[in-house]
C-alpha cells in the first residue's frame, strides 16, 4: 500500500509538471486521458468491485456538466459547483438505484439504458437547459492550466481511493456481492445498501469530472454529454484493462485515449472507433477475459516459470 502512495505521488507530481515542458496538444491528450482514468476507474467502482454492469453513467456526466454550467451562468464561481453537482448526481443515483438493484444481470442493464436515455431527453426537451442547441459557460472562466491541473489530480486521487476501497472491508463486501449475491446476503452482508453506496459515490465521482469537462470545453449540449456511445466507452476500457482491479481501468482508459486521439486526427477513421472497440471488446471476451491486466499477468508467469524450471542434468 505504501508503495502505490509513493508511486501516486509521484505520477502527480511529474503531471503537474508537465505544462512546463510540453506543448499544449500533448497536454489536452493528457487531459483527455485523465478524464477517461476518472471515468473508468469510477465505473468499476460499481461494475467491477460489486459486478453491476451499469450502461447509463453519461447520465451523472451529464448532470455534473450541466450544474455546473447552470449555477456559472447564475453567477457562481465555477469551481464552487463541483460539490453541488457531485451531490445531485448522488442523490439521483439513489432514486434510480433503489428500484433498479431489485432487478439482477440484464435487466438491471436495459433498466439503467432506459434510465439514461429518459434523461437525455428530458435535457433536450426542456427551456432552462437550452434545449438541444445547448449552453456556453460565462465569457472569462476558461483556464487551461487550472482546468488541466484539476483534472489530473481528481484522477489520481479517483484511482488511490479505488485502491484503497479495494483494501477495505468495504471493498470485501463488494467482492462478496459480485461473487454470489444471495450467499453474500446469507452472510449478514446487505447487498442493496452496499450496491447504492458505491453507485452514489462513482456517480459523484463521474459528475466532478463532467463539470470540468463543462469548464474546460465551455460549451455542452444534451448529444455532448448524455451521449450513449460515451456510457459504452465507460463500460468497455475497464473490461479491456481488467475489471475488478485498480490498474485494469487505468490500463484500459490510456489505450482507449490514445486511440480515439489517433483516431480523430483522421478523418477517414473518426467515425469507427465504435466498430474498433467492439472488436476490442470481442477479442478479450474470447481470448483472455481479465482484459490486458490479465494477459500481462499471464505472460508474466510463463515466463517466471520457464527461467525457474531447472536445467536437465548433462550426464
Do not use: C
Request: glycine share 10%; hydrophobic share 55%.
Amino acid at each position: 500500500m505504501k508503495t502505490r502512495g509513493v508511486f501516486a505521488a509521484a505520477a502527480l507530481v511529474l503531471l503537474l509538471a508537465a505544462p512546463r515542458f510540453l506543448e499544449r496538444g500533448t497536454l489536452n491528450d493528457i487531459w483527455n486521458v485523465a478524464f477517461a482514468v476518472i471515468l473508468a476507474s469510477a465505473w468499476n467502482l460499481l461494475g467491477g468491485f460489486a459486478g453491476q454492469v451499469s450502461i447509463g453513467y453519461s447520465a451523472f456526466i451529464g448532470i455534473g456538466a450541466y450544474t455546473t454550467v447552470l449555477l456559472s451562468l447564475a453567477g457562481w464561481h465555477p469551481y464552487a459547483t463541483l460539490p453541488v453537482s457531485a451531490f445531485l448526481s448522488a442523490a439521483f443515483s439513489v432514486i434510480v438505484g433503489l428500484p433498479t438493484f431489485r432487478l439482477r444481470g440484464p435487466y438491471f442493464t436495459i433498466a439503467t439504458i432506459g434510465v439514461s436515455e429518459a434523461v437525455r431527453v428530458v435535457a433536450a426537451g426542456v427551456a432552462f437547459t437550452g434545449g438541444s442547441s445547448g449552453l456556453r459557460m460565462p465569457a472569462g472562466s476558461f483556464d487551461f492550466q487550472r482546468d488541466y491541473s484539476a483534472m489530473v489530480v481528481l484522477a489520481v486521487l479517483v484511482v488511490a481511493l479505488a485502491a484503497w476501497i479495494q483494501a477495505s472491508p468495504f471493498g470485501q463486501a463488494l467482492r462478496a456481492i459480485r461473487q454470489d449475491i444471495d450467499a453474500a446476503e446469507a452472510l449478514g452482508v446487505h447487498s442493496t445498501k452496499y450496491k447504492v453506496l458505491v453507485h452514489a459515490l462513482s456517480a459523484a465521482l463521474v459528475a466532478l469530472a463532467g463539470s470540468l469537462f463543462a469548464i474546460n470545453f465551455q460549451y455542452i449540449s444534451p448529444n455532448s454529454v448524455f451521449d450513449f456511445r460515451l456510457s459504452l466507452s465507460i463500460v468497455l476500457m475497464p473490461i479491456v484493462g481488467g475489471l475488478g482491479t485498480v490498474a485494469g481501468p487505468v490500463l484500459g482508459a490510456l489505450l482507449f485515449g490514445y486511440l480515439q486521439i489517433k483516431l480523430l486526427s483522421s478523418p477517414a477513421l473518426r467515425d469507427s472507433y465504435l466498430f474498433l472497440y467492439g472488436g476490442m471488446l470481442i477479442a478479450v471476451m474470447l481470448f483472455e477475459p481479465r482484459g490486458l491486466l490479465g494477459l500481462y499477468r499471464r505472460v508474466r508467469g510463463r515466463i517466471t516459470r520457464s527461467f525457474s524450471r531447472p536445467v536437465p542434468d548433462a550426464g
